[in-house]
């Protein structure tokens, strides 16, 4: 079983800036990526970015050149630095971690943070 925990959501003005966290844990972990979703009101959940265990990083076209993706591998948390915010980055953030599982693949979801962008 792996445990996610989430933090560093908020309300932020227009132009802020905001870090997100999240910390994985569990016996015997083995991850094969870290990421972001989010979801805005009234909207889908959309990816944000992912990073891999390797340190390679993308991200989505509508957050693009605004956020920064990293990782601490020794504690297995990954980050989301947010700049340059706008309305539209008003969402439900979720961490996603996705962990080798027998001959696959198994993602786990974080609880999700509030993030407000508004003046």
């Known amino acids: 079983q792996v445990q996610l925990v989430e933090s560093g959501g908020g309300l932020v003005q227009p132009g802020g800036s905001l870090r997100l966290s999240c910390a994985a844990s569990?016996?015997?972990?083995?991850?094969?990526?870290m990421g972001w979703y989010r979801q805005g009101p009234g909207k889908e959940r959309e990816w944000v970015g992912t990073i891999t265990s390797g340190g390679r990083t993308t991200a989505g076209d509508s957050v693009q050149g605004r956020v920064t993706i990293s990782r601490d591998n020794a504690k297995n948390t990954v980050y989301l630095q947010m700049n340059s915010l706008k309305q539209e980055d008003t969402a439900v953030y979720y961490c996603?971690?996705?962990?080798?599982?027998?001959?696959?693949?198994?993602?786990?979801w974080g609880q999700g943070t509030q993030v407000t962008v508004s003046s």
């Open positions: 569990g016996s015997n972990l083995s991850i094969y990526s």
């Open positions: 996603q971690v996705r962990i080798f599982y027998g001959l696959g693949l198994k993602d786990y």
